[in-house]
T-cell receptor
């Protein structure tokens, strides 16, 4: 079945530094990927929709200059948390919609998630 | 905006029990996902359904569009089923329910 790989699975960084998280679709092309954030004991929240070759669409309340999303190829989207602060510590996870031929199957495949801790 | 609610929030069961998790939403949808999130955080999509019923192994998902309600059933539950189960409105952007934490004891 389709696989989405996310890297790194966990990262610890100092306040003020930037962290890049990668999301790759391993055996299919993903024109659209999604980035979510989950704080402890809370629901997943959609942060942004990453579109290959164009700008990402951010959800209300998500700072696009802080959470930079790049979707330069059909198999890779990256999320960069810039100037990270302790309140950015969270679980970040990506997903991609499955494709069969040219058709969007509607299925969702999730990365393993990245746990970010900002000291 | 669709309000997606799940019940119960927490559920404990003995191995072998039949489990039901409920999901209701406020606005009509075209598709709903059931997801399973393991303790480490990884998420697996269990079902995507827009009508009727789907079955995969010991898992059964049903949806009633008119009543704006979906259920996830687990037959013959097992400790390895312990996870958080999340329903999500997949009509456009995903809108997630609050999740149901299931613990199955041997």
């Amino acid at each position: 079945g389709a696989v989405v790989s996310q890297h790194p699975s966990w990262v610890i960084c100092k306040s003020g530094t930037s962290v890049k998280i990668e999301c790759r679709s391993l055996d299919f092309q993903a024109t659209t990927m999604f980035w979510y954030r989950q704080f402890p004991k809370q629901s997943l929240m959609l942060m942004a929709t990453s579109n290959e070759g164009s700008k990402a669409t951010y959800e209300q309340g998500v700072e696009k200059d802080k959470f930079l999303i790049n979707h330069a190829s059909l198999t890779l989207s990256t999320l960069t948390v810039t100037s990270a602060h302790p309140e950015d510590s969270s679980f970040y996870i990506c997903s991609a919609r499955g494709f069969s031929g040219q058709a969007n199957t509607g299925e969702l495949f999730f990365g393993e998630g990245s746990r970010l801790t900002v000291l | 905006k669709n309000e997606v609610e799940q019940s119960p929030q927490n559920l404990t069961a003995q191995e072998g029990e039949f489990i039901t998790i409920n999901c209701s939403y406020s606005v009509g949808i075209s598709a709903l996902h059931w997801l399973q999130q393991h303790p480490g955080g990884g998420i697996v999509s269990l079902f995507m359904l827009s009508s009727g019923k789907k079955k995969h192994g010991r898992l059964i998902a049903t949806i009633n569009i008119q009543e704006k309600h979906s259920s996830l059933h687990i037959t013959a539950s097992h400790p390895r089923d312990s996870a958080v189960y999340i329903c999500a409105d997949a009509t456009d952007k995903l809108i997630f329910g609050t999740g149901t934490r299931l613990q199955v004891f041997p």
